[in-house]
């Protein structure tokens, strides 16, 4: 019996080459869903929160065992094992080498690059034209739950980045920007307007093909496309191109790529498969980043930016800072972004928690640089450097001229991050934190909270869309209340998976009394990592806890404090500078309710010490 599965496009089922009628509806999206987690046994409860949302109906678990039911008699057959077994409190759908169309398509694309970055480009063009052929010309149908949203999310980007390669390969290779190219990357750049390299290799193909005037045209669309979305001008890898086309060049360049000494052919299998087994430990690539284990929704117009800022590594290596206060998803912006980057960092991925999102002492500068220089040469049996200034100059001798992203999450101060970056490569040093910690050349972008309509898509995505849809006053309710801040919204939306006695308008209600809203919103904690490092600002934000809501001026701060004017002034610049109040005009800050409500526990707490001479009782679990 020989089975195949279509996914990339409308969903299909072959046996022996004959198509099978697949049932519609949530039996469809339960074997979508098993497909993307095939061979790994999914919870029942997942898979009731994937078909139904977060909140689903009593005959739920019923309902799920028929659906499965179903997918058998589609599955299984006479003599063979069973497709479909209950294991481990869930699902398992077992599926063989070469019958999952996703799965081709990311072995073949993973291949593909490979052979790209071994210098074969007609063996990388062959394999990534095959990667994708698999895509029909329609994209997957978006009613699915969030974490399978999520993975075709992640395959659309590696077909992206596919295409790109493809095209790429296509006019090292010497093509003429024949139509069938230029069909593709038009598609492409209508898809995907924010991706520069797409631009770039469209405006190369229509120079090829001798339509000046187009390639022109596409640099102006171009133009159009990032200043209308992101603000910002074209790169200089893409301007340079427009250059080239104004001076009549007779074949500009492809854009340019990372050139190494060619593989021979056999070794592009080699190198596409995972290098634990195949090389020494001392040369096994580091892969960190950790997978995402919450709803993404949102940013792309930020995640564009960086993709854009990671970009740039090609030419010389680059550092992107992402900044904000606590709760706006920060790491979970960084860890998207550099997911999408995987393809453009082959030697390797690390990945740092510097500890500066909750209260404690963070890594050293030294052991920061000896932690990179233990991933990057694992096993080796080196002495330890001296001092902060060998340990550096050992992690840039090791990332010269080489292509490696390094993720420093939660970073404390520019003093932990400095150093790292060789003079020469393709690196990238992709750092969060509360506070900007970097200095000169660096791209910054400041992380704010979501905009209404997204916080609400991440409720509906945590919470499931038939509370939402059920209740969607009280929706939009916890979502001010949460201040569309992601921690707190997935943090509070939890309590609707604690049974049907949950409802958004309950939550709302807990929400809207202020003697629980900080701890439901899990704030507290992470609020008081920033607090710690106000040093002589922390009494007047404690006291800015006693204020009305409303805005904060210096004059009323003074007042608060018995601090002079300017020492008032000084300190609210500070706490600006920590993202824990927000300029509101001249002389004018504000402070939002949940930083508030954290000020005003601080004072009580504060208050304590001065009555009782110990310590208040909300202050023993910060």
């Known amino acids: 019996m020989g089975l195949s599965f279509e996914i990339l496009g409308r969903v299909r089922v072959h046996r022996d080459g004959q198509a099978q009628r697949v049932p519609a509806g949530r039996p469809a999206a339960l074997l979508v869903t098993l497909l993307v987690n095939a061979g790994v046994a999914v919870p029942v409860d997942r898979l009731c929160a994937e078909l139904w949302g977060r909140c689903p109906p009593a005959s739920a678990l019923a309902n799920l065992r028929s659906h499965a039911s179903q997918l058998r008699h589609l599955l299984d057959s006479p003599g063979h094992a069973a497709r479909l077994p209950a294991e481990h409190g869930g699902y398992l759908l077992r599926v063989e080498r070469g019958e999952l169309d996703a799965a081709e398509f990311e072995r073949l694309a993973t291949e593909g690059h490979a052979a790209r970055v071994g210098g074969e480009p007609e063996l990388a063009a062959t394999l990534l034209g ?189 550092t992107v800072a992402v900044f904000g206060m606590a709760g706006t998803g920060k790491s979970a912006l960084a860890l998207r972004a550099a997911a999408e980057a995987l393809d453009a960092f082959p030697d390797g991925q690390l990945h740092l928690d510097l500890g500066g999102s909750v209260a404690g002492t963070p890594p050293p500068p030294l052991q920061v640089a000896t932690r990179v220089l233990r991933a990057l040469r694992p096993g080796r049996d080196e002495p330890e450097p001296s001092g902060i200034a060998e340990a550096r100059a050992r992690v840039r001798s090791l990332l010269f001229d080489r292509r490696v992203l390094l993720v420093l999450d939660n970073a404390t101060d520019a003093v932990q991050v400095d150093g790292l970056l060789p003079v020469r490569g393709g690196c990238a040093l992709l750092v969060t934190s509360r506070t900007p910690v970097t200095s000169g050349d660096a791209r910054a972008l400041r992380l704010d909270a979501l905009p209404a309509a997204d916080a609400l898509a991440l409720l509906r995505a945590t919470a499931g869309d038939r509370p939402v849809d059920d209740e969607p006053e009280a929706a939009s309710a916890v979502v001010s209340l949460c201040e569309r801040l992601p921690l707190a919204l997935r943090t509070a939306s939890r309590r609707l998976t604690e049974g049907p006695h949950w409802s958004l308008s309950r939550l709302a209600r807990l929400l809207r009394d202020e003697r629980y809203r900080l701890a439901e919103t899990g704030l507290g904690p992470r609020l008081g990592a920033s607090y710690r490092r106000l040093g002589s600002a922390a009494p007047i934000f404690r006291r800015l806890g006693r204020a009305h809501p409303g805005p904060v001026t210096a004059e009323l701060a003074a007042a608060l404090t018995g601090a002079a004017p300017e020492d008032a002034a000084r300190a609210l610049d500070r706490l600006v500078a920590a993202q824990l109040v927000e300029p509101a005009g001249p002389g004018r800050f504000h402070i939002g309710d949940l930083v508030r409500l954290y000020a005003a526990e601080l004072a009580a707490d504060e208050a304590g010490v001065d009555r009782n001479g110990q310590t208040g009782a909300g202050a023993s679990w910060r």
Do not use: I, K, N
């Open 130 to 318: 095959r990667a994708l052929a698999l895509w029909s010309s329609t994209d997957p149908a978006p009613a699915y739950g969030p974490a399978t949203s999520a993975a075709f999310d992640r395959l659309r980007e590696r077909r992206a980045a596919a295409r790109e390669t493809y095209a790429a390969c296509r006019l090292d290779l010497g093509d003429p920007g024949t139509p069938a190219l230029l069909s593709m990357l038009r598609d492409h750049v209508t898809e995907h307007p924010l991706r520069e390299p797409a631009w770039a290799l469209l405006m190369t193909a229509l120079h090829r093909a001798g339509d000046q005037a187009g390639a022109v045209q596409t640099y102006q669309a171009a133009c159009r496309a990032l200043d209308g979305e992101l603000g910002v001008a074209p790169g200089p890898e893409l301007t340079e191109l427009y250059r080239q086309v104004r001076r009549h060049a007779p074949r500009p360049a492809v854009p340019p790529r990372r050139r190494v000494a060619p593989y021979p052919r056999e070794r592009v299998d080699a190198r596409a498969r995972s290098d634990a087994g195949d090389r020494p430990a001392d040369q096994r690539v580091p892969h960190e980043l950790p997978c995402p284990t919450a709803p993404f929704v949102g940013r792309h117009a930020e995640l564009a930016r960086l993709r854009a800022a990671l970009g740039d590594a090609r030419r010389q290596p680059v």
